[in-house]
């Protein structure tokens, strides 16, 4: 199964920041990389599939980029409902698996 | 607007067979792919498996075969079963569509999720 590792786990920031979270794959899954954003007692939220490309709906100050193993999932200008948990998915090969998630929390 | 909604006991005991449904609205359940979800407490998400328009499915091997999706377009609903559950089974389930863009495995709308605990 190919492992997907998020860092930080967990990152405190303010709102205006600009966060940066990664993910890594165990091996190549080309642009097959999605991301998700959960609030507490919340379903899933899809933010961006295709490793960059943004979910119909989503604030454009979140954007992700990477390709092979790396990616990266950043957010310009923190705002309030922006405190959650992000997942990354790869969407590559099956079993699908799923980072640990990243809890990004008010400083 | 699509709307899906998990419904099914809360509790189940070992060895059982957990039954969850998933209601469709707002799209027929024979346009797109399916997929089921879990999340134990505190647990990254768990990919269960996907159901195609066909009925073809694919699983995740870690269920080794014990579980099972299927389409009821009587119904406009799709479920799952999952036997012989032990406490390693507690989540909330999720069911999810499948957005086919860059591939077939991204899951753009889900619905609330069902919380199984499987005790005694």
């Known amino acids: 199964d190919i492992q997907m590792t998020q860092s930080p786990s967990s990152l405190s920031a303010s709102v205006g920041d600009r966060v940066t979270i990664t993910c890594r794959a165990t091996?190549?899954?080309?642009?097959?990389l999605n991301w998700y954003q959960q609030k507490p007692g919340k379903v899933p939220n899809l933010l961006i599939y295709g490793a960059s490309k943004l979910q119909s709906g989503v604030p454009s100050r979140f954007s992700g980029r990477g390709s092979g193993t790396d990616f990266t999932l950043t957010i310009s200008g923190l705002q309030p409902e922006d405190f959650a948990t992000y997942y990354c998915q790869q969407s590559s090969v099956t079993p699908i698996t799923f980072g640990q998630g990243t809890r990004l929390e008010i400083k | 607007q699509l709307q899906l909604q998990e419904s099914g006991p809360g509790l189940v005991k070992p060895s059982e067979t957990l039954s969850l449904t998933c209601a469709v609205s707002?799209?027929?359940?024979?346009?797109?792919?399916w997929t089921w979800i879990r999340q134990p407490a505190g647990k990254r998400l768990e990919w269960i498996g996907r159901l195609e328009t066909n009925e073809l499915t694919n699983y995740n091997p870690s269920f080794r075969g014990r579980a099972t999706m299927s389409l009821d377009t009587s119904k406009n609903q799709v479920s799952l079963k999952l036997t012989s559950v032990t406490a390693a089974d507690t989540a909330i389930y999720y069911c999810?569509?499948?957005?086919?863009?860059?591939?077939?495995?991204?899951?753009?709308?889900w619905g609330q999720g069902s919380l199984v605990t499987v005790s005694s």
């Open positions: 999810a569509r499948i957005l086919c863009d860059t591939d077939c495995f991204t899951f753009d709308y």
């Open positions: 091996e190549s899954i080309s642009s097959y």
């Open positions: 707002g799209a027929s359940v024979s346009t797109y792919f």
